[in-house]
């Protein structure tokens, strides 16, 4: 015994099929595209609980609760992630492998350190989707922005979100929930101003779009402005951390998994609003560099899913397949 291989944890969590380990659990009712039934996390009389088979995830339109297979056994039957993952091995007959190896002291200081950052993450994304829901001007343009692009019911499922104009309401939400400014400062949420050391929040007027990691569990943003003013980027992403690391990552790739292994394909576009675009409609299966080239890292993380990819290049931009270079020959030719 001992930790659970990353390996084996990746090969689980791709073989997991949300829809069938739900339905080992709850009666689940099939309309349009998806599935449905009475949340099991609050109660309700009428189902707002939402299978996505597509995506591999659900959610519950009532309470937020969502996420994959591991996610909803860990909820459901109080599962640790080690029980989650065992479980899922021995339904879909995946031996399971651990490594004994001790963990050093500063490998059990870096994880703890790590947890504590996805754990400010997750307050940060509860503040961002609080705001989204508000009744402020601003807040009511970033909502039509955001259901105009993806629809509605895609923005509550994916946790697209807010960051206001002012720094004021996020100072004191972190007040509120006392979070740790360190790990804000360490993520990029927090600016600090280098003359008199004053401090700001980094995300200001931007609908924030949740970045996942292979474990679905938020570790980054995206943040498109919204406001009138020329002078600032339109995008935004949060800074490398040890929890991100934003030129290996290929935004979307969780969600795109499954289709990807159904169609073969993966449908490569520029940039994560491109890409939500995409799923929103049902092209499950497209992904995103997040304002970086194409490269090495990127490819071979398809690579393990599927072997063919289709690039569609932004149409504001000169036509050509600049973006894949040596990186993709190096993965994709090579065999
Ligand atoms: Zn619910």
Redesign the pocket.
């Known amino acids: 015994m001992g930790y659970i291989t990353e390996q084996c944890k990746q090969r689980v969590i791709d073989a997991a099929d949300v829809h069938g380990v739900i339905s080992d659990f709850i009666q689940l009712h099939k309309k349009g595209a998806g599935f449905w039934a009475c949340?099991?996390?609050?109660g309700?009389k009428s189902p707002?609980?939402y299978v996505n088979p597509a995506r591999n995830r659900f959610h519950?339109?009532?309470?937020?609760?969502g996420g994959d297979a591991v996610a909803f056994l860990m909820k459901h039957q109080n599962m640790t992630f080690q029980q989650a993952i065992e479980w899922l091995a021995r339904k879909y007959n995946i031996e399971v492998r651990y490594e004994s190896k001790e963990q050093s002291q500063q490998e059990r200081d870096d994880a703890k350190h790590r947890e504590s950052l996805f754990f400010a993450v997750a307050e940060v994304q509860k503040f961002f989707i609080e705001c989204f829901n508000s009744d402020a001007p601003d807040a009511v343009a970033a909502r039509k922005y955001a259901y105009n692009r993806w629809g509605e019911d895609f923005c509550k499922e994916y946790g697209i979100g807010y960051a206001p104009k002012g720094s004021a309401a996020f100072f004191d939400f972190i007040k509120r929930k006392q979070i740790n400014e360190d790990y804000l400062i360490e993520l990029g949420y927090i600016g600090v101003n280098e003359a008199d050391k004053s401090r700001y929040a980094m995300f200001r007027d931007r609908v924030t779009i949740p970045i996942y990691n292979r474990w679905f569990k938020v570790c980054a943003f995206t943040g498109r402005y919204n406001g009138a003013n020329p002078d600032i980027g339109k995008y935004m992403n949060s800074r490398t951390s040890p929890i991100f690391k934003k030129e290996e990552c290929v935004f979307g790739l969780p969600d795109a998994i499954k289709m990807a292994r159904i169609t073969k394909q993966f449908i490569l576009v520029e940039g994560g609003p491109d890409v939500l675009r995409l799923q929103s409609i049902g092209i499950t299966q497209a992904v995103g560099a997040l304002g970086t080239a194409w490269g090495e890292k990127h490819f071979k993380q398809l690579h393990s899913v599927c072997n063919s990819v289709c690039f569609i290049p932004d149409s504001e931009k000169p036509k050509g397949n600049s973006q894949f270079g040596a990186g993709f020959n190096a993965v994709f030719r090579a065999g």
């Open positions: 949340c099991p996390f609050h309700e707002s609980f519950c339109f009532g309470c937020g609760e």
